[in-house]
């Protein structure tokens, strides 16, 4: 980076904190301790009784490779999705008082979240040809994977509907929640494709903020937002129509709001603060600072970055960087940042009393993209 020094902060105290540290801070804040330690607890439990099934009897190569998917993308993560699911589900209950039976189904389903956003990073690592994820080498860069990494995301999919189907069959809710596991694998799909068709392409005219906004509620909101609060509204068979209306409006806004952050955070916070590298740059992906630098380019700007723009020399990548700190992107993002933030504040505080989900479930939510970076800083 130069002599320009980029420094991520969550608190006041914290501008040494690792990737591991911060998302323990945001874990932390989600559900109460007892539930947290009894839901770390129950990842081995999810597994093996997935595991337990006759059709994997005398295939003990097959059960060891499930595990060690499970073990390296899995753990470690920051399982915000799953934990939100949590949150919902114990939102929506109150003020029962909720048994260890309900709460097993729930972490179960939750640990099926953290499985889906397993296959999603594993495939989009590979996507944007990344070379680490949560600080340690991607899951397609390790030795006994390579080209099995494409059967490793089919089979880890497929174990995701053994375990509901396991755990779920003949209950009211499996139809629906089947659906929305197939429903949310497939609008992520299409976020991706949309995401790697715009990158293949490389076409400046096409990274409008109409595509981005496309491509970010297929990529972002509907698997980190939509998914597991809607998870948790059919589970406990909470909501009507309306419901999935408000959903979709504000997950939708917030999803954005997400990959905004992650597309600035790509290019101007530093891989050991990121746990992994930037791609956006070299790649040449459709990311917000390309959006909003396009509009704002003279005519020579315009001409360096064409050159520039997805190609990984360094020397390039740090010129389209620089070009950026010209226009004053990171200024721009804050101020759009805010303003987004308020929009989806006012959206949560229109809505009707009695509204299903609550409005805290959507707070929460929100809560999630801004407890990453509440403070940054450029020297």
């Not at 949560?134 to 174990?159: A, E, T, Y």
């Not at 955070?265 to 891989?271: L, N, P, Q, R, T």
């Not at 590298?277 to 390309?290: F, N, Q, Y």
Request: hydrophobic letters at 35%; a neutral charge.
């Amino acid at each position: 980076m130069g002599s320009r020094k980029i420094f991520l902060n969550i608190t006041r105290n914290s501008s040494n904190w690792s990737p591991v540290q911060r998302a323990l801070l945001t874990k932390q804040n989600m559900v109460s301790q007892n539930i947290y330690t009894a839901y770390q607890d129950y990842l081995p439990k999810v597994i093996e009784n997935g595991l337990s099934d006759k059709k994997f009897e005398g295939l003990p190569e097959i059960k060891d490779r499930l595990r060690k998917i499970s073990d390296y993308n899995i753990i470690g993560g920051k399982q915000l999705r799953g934990l939100l699911a949590l949150f919902s589900y114990e939102t929506l209950m109150k003020p029962q008082v909720l048994s260890d039976e309900m709460w097993a189904e729930i972490f179960k389903l939750a640990w099926a979240v953290e499985m889906v956003q397993a296959c999603l990073l594993i495939s989009d690592d590979v996507d944007d040809e990344a070379e680490t994820r949560r600080g340690q080498k991607c899951w397609h860069l390790l030795p006994d994977v390579g080209v099995f990494v494409i059967n490793d995301v089919s089979m880890m999919r497929s174990f995701i509907h053994e375990i509901l189907r396991q755990s779920f069959r003949g209950r009211p809710q499996y139809p629906a929640l089947i659906n929305l596991f197939n429903e949310t694998f497939l609008n992520t799909s299409m976020g991706q494709h949309l995401d790697f068709m715009f990158n293949y392409r490389k076409d400046p005219a096409a990274f409008t903020e109409e595509n981005y906004r496309k491509m970010s509620i297929y990529k972002t909101s509907h698997y980190t937002f939509r998914f597991p609060i809607l998870l948790a509204l059919i589970h406990s068979q909470k909501g009507d129509k309306k419901s999935y209306e408000y959903v979709d409006d504000i997950c939708d806004e917030i999803g954005i709001n997400l990959q905004m952050q992650n597309d600035f955070m790509d290019c101007f916070i530093d891989e050991d603060s990121m746990g992994k590298t930037g791609t956006d740059i070299p790649t040449g992906k459709l990311c917000w600072p390309v959006v909003e630098a396009l509009k704002k380019f003279n005519p020579a700007q315009l001409k360096e970055f064409k050159t520039c723009y997805g190609n990984p020399e360094p020397s390039h990548v740090e010129r389209v960087r620089n070009l950026y700190l010209e226009l004053g992107l990171p200024q721009i993002y804050r101020e759009q940042e805010q303003a987004r933030y308020d929009m989806i504040l006012k959206k949560i505080s229109n809505l009707p009393p009695g509204a299903v989900p609550y409005p805290e479930v959507f707070l929460k939510a929100l809560d999630l993209v801004y407890n990453k970076t509440q403070v940054i800083q450029y020297n």
